[in-house]
């Protein structure tokens, strides 16, 4: 049996301070066993509430395979920069090269959701090979590079998540643990959403799924996505419902998607207020968090004609989004950010670079618009000429549809809508879903 505190305190009580324990079974051959986390005043007292009193050895502190658990037990947990340390910790851990390549590829992923985007893709750039769960077990790094796309407003290929959801559901063995499969819902949900399908999102959302455990925080920060899914389907009320009581598992970003809604119905006062609560815990949220947080602050400020401040706060957002690439929280407020950068020369200046990329991107991040630059007039395959019907179906596949969901909007039978998708693929020169859109989308078919 091995232990390691995760670094966050709970409370101090009269023995002392109460902190989270990861309890960890190391069996006879070395290899990880059983993971728990218990909160205790010390180490002995985790222990005893495991049932086990074995000390533990140095050695396997400083492992990978025990560096992995900690982290993904810091991470189901919400303490994602405690879970890099670790994961960190255990691509340096003597252990195999197996259990070091999980720590680098939970650590990309993890730093994708931090923000921390650079550092994500050095990381995911050695951790994974070709794309596919069948890669020895690197869906997190695929998430992982998913999820950059998505915070860069880049073409995300949504087909390839589907993929390799569907390579899990035959293989169970491969599925991932919980805080792998909860950035993957949550990229699924935010996919929908640019998709212009936000109340597919919320369906996502709110389906009771037991195929892994769910923390209070996992618990949370689904709620609290879930309620951004109703705000971008224009259902402010119910998103602010979804949010009573606030999940305190994941304050900020309820705070936050609380502070949206309230903007949306024009409750200024009570959008400050949501912001106001969770001020001190922005630094340890994702930049992205934080970035639009510090946008809807500076919306505030200039209902309240405080444009000095709003001004600021605008400048501060996109000198860190700038940084990371992080255009999609900007994108998501430029409907009145754009009027406040005209109104100040100095913002467009200073940030002239990043909101010329902001502009190319609005239409592409989606999958709807016109395609981003002239097709090459000599492709063969612009001779090709689909069908209405198999227009249709390539139109839906971009917008992440099953073949079950094309079927049932179509009105046809699923065998209908394979058929059709063999002749796009076959007109299209492609063998796979995720070619099938993206060569449409060059082609400006979808």
Sequence with gaps: MSISSIPVELERTELGARRHWAVLEIRADGSPGRAEVVSSTGPEDA?????????????????AAFASRVGLLQAAMGYLPEAARSFLQGTHGPSGVRERRSCLEHLAL????????????????????????????????????DWIQLERAEVVRGADLLEQE??????????????????????????????????????????????FARSSWTTSVLTAARADALLAAGEAGRALSALVPLPAGAAVEA???????????????????ALREVT??????PLALEIRAW???A?????????????????????????EGLRAPVRREWHWVRPLVDRHPGLRRTHRDFLASLRDVRSASTGHGPPTGPPDQSDPVLGAHLTKREAQVLDLLAQMYSTEEIAATLYVSPNTVKTHLKGIFGKLCVNRRVDAVRRGRQLGLC
């Design 280 to 285: 001190d815990a922005l630094d340890r949220a």
């Design 295 to 297: 946008l809807l602050e």
């Design 110 to 145: 993890v730093e994708a959701v931090q923000g921390d985007l650079r550092r994500a893709e050095v990381h995911a750039r050695p951790a994974g090979g070709p794309r596919g769960v069948d890669n020895d077990g690197a869906y997190p790094v695929h998430v992982a590079r």
């Design 299 to 323: 919306r505030i400020a200039e209902d309240r004609g405080r444009t000095g401040r709003g001004r600021t706060l605008v400048d501060r957002a996109l000198e860190a989004a700038e940084w």
């Design 47 to 63: 222990l005893r509430a495991t049932g086990a009193m074995t000390a533990p050895g140095p050695a396997l502190f400083r492992s």
């Design 255 to 273: 705070s936050v998607a609380t502070a949206a809604a309230r903007l949306t119905i024009g409750d200024v006062r009570g959008a400050d207020a």
């Design 166 to 211: 569907s390579l899990l559901a035959q293989e169970p063995e491969l599925a991932p643990e919980p805080w792998t499969a909860t950035v993957a819902l949550l990229l699924r949900a935010r996919l929908l959403v640019d998709a212009r399908r936000p109340d597919a999102a919320v369906r996502l959302l709110a389906t009771n799924d037991e195929t």
